[in-house]
């Protein structure tokens, strides 16, 4: 068979993948339990970008940590007490904030609530958890 012959068969196979790389759509892929009211659900991804989705519950923490992606977050809902280094806001509704690399950064969640988390470089530690 010529390597460069595609059936119609294999042209929807590779529609359908890009499609799931390019859209993402409400509980089409389940919510990762990560513990101690926090939850998340990867969005969609390519090699460049990721977007996640992380639900919390009252009192729920984001615990203080670091990694080297630059991370944007949006309050989709809920309040938080924000800590980017030694700076520590509060987030409601609508708030954004952008994390560069290797900077401690964590959350409380004062009034139960979603993040809209954005990585660049791709979070490939949770590619990993949730497969």
């Not at 059936?7 to 892929?29: A, G, L, T």
């Not at 904030?97 to 004062?110: D, F, L, M, R, T």
Request: charged fraction near 20%; hydrophobic fraction near 35%.
């Amino acid at each position: 068979m010529n390597p460069l012959y595609i059936s119609r068969k294999n042209i929807v196979k590779i529609q359908v993948h890009m499609e799931n790389e390019v859209f993402h759509f409400e509980n089409s892929n389940g919510w990762e339990d990560l513990g101690k009211g926090v939850q998340r659900q990867i969005a969609v991804h390519n090699q460049v970008m990721m977007l996640t989705k992380v639900k919390f519950e009252e009192g729920a923490r984001g615990e203080l940590h670091q990694h080297p992606h630059t991370q944007i977050s949006y309050v989709k809902s809920g309040v938080f007490h924000y800590t980017i280094g030694n700076v520590v806001h509060v987030m409601k509704e609508g708030d954004s904030c952008i994390i560069s690399g290797n900077i401690v950064h964590g959350c409380e969640c004062i009034v139960a609530g979603e993040l809209i988390d954005s990585f660049n470089p791709p979070r490939e530690d949770f590619l990993l958890s949730s497969d």
